[in-house]
């Protein structure tokens, strides 16, 4: 199942919200996804299949963050996919 960035930006924000991590900085997403976040945590996996069904991107992303100890390390990478070095991937071509 693909992760979009945002969704894994938003995963690794929220955890430190939820209490996987004393850290001070402020969670980048709004209320409703850090909400949705902490049900889809919570939900069994019945439940977190029929969110999967409107949210497949970010249930995905949770349950990568949840089930391995390396998936913080893919999660970053993948929050960091679409970032380009300042300059880099403008067209500056012109017809």
Do not use: W
Request: proline content about 5%; charged content about 25%; glycine content about 8%.
């Amino acid at each position: 199942m693909h992760i979009n960035p945002s969704d894994a930006r938003d995963v690794l924000d929220a955890r430190e919200v939820l209490g996987y991590h004393n850290h001070d900085g402020d969670c980048e997403c709004d209320d409703f996804k850090r909400n949705l976040i902490s049900a889809i945590i919570c939900a069994g996996p019945e439940d977190r299949a029929r969110l999967a069904l409107g949210f497949p991107s970010l249930v995905a992303a949770i349950k990568s963050q949840t089930s391995n100890p390396a998936s913080i390390e893919y999660l970053e990478g993948i929050a960091r996919s679409y970032e380009r070095p300042s300059g880099q991937g403008i067209c500056t071509h012109s017809k």
